[in-house]
């Protein structure tokens, strides 16, 4: 069936980073394009970033300059490198994989988005 099965996260110390991993299995995605999206307590689901298959990517302004995202096609996995992390950065992070069809204007959106991971934590101290 399918998976995706995020790993990298855990406790880092305002300033670190962290390099955050998503695999993908159980299908073919070829043509997909991927993403990434957080939850932190008491707040909703929020987009990050995403990329398309040809790596076209986009962030939300918050990480933008902070965060990259990329992947490999070959691995069917999509990487979120995070650097000069701020404690408001922590969340459950999500990965997920994009719809057929989507339009890169629409991958802000999570019903853009077909299948999700479990989520993993991250967090910030200061």
Request: a positive charge; charged letters at 15%.
């Amino acid at each position: 069936q399918v998976q995706l099965v995020e790993s990298g996260g855990g406790l880092v110390q305002a300033g670190g980073s962290l390099r955050l991993s998503c695999a993908a299995s159980g299908r073919t995605w070829s043509g997909y394009a991927m993403g990434w999206f957080r939850q932190a307590p008491g707040k909703g689901r929020e987009f990050v970033a995403a990329i398309t298959w040809s790596g076209s990517t986009y962030y939300t302004d918050s990480v933008k300059g902070r965060f990259t995202i990329s992947r490999d096609n070959a691995k069917n996995t999509v990487y979120l490198q995070m650097s000069s992390l701020k404690p408001e950065d922590t969340a459950v992070y999500y990965c997920a994989t994009g719809r057929p069809g989507v339009v890169d204007r629409d991958l802000t959106s999570p019903y853009a988005y077909s299948y999700w991971g479990q989520g993993i934590q991250v967090t910030v101290s200061s």
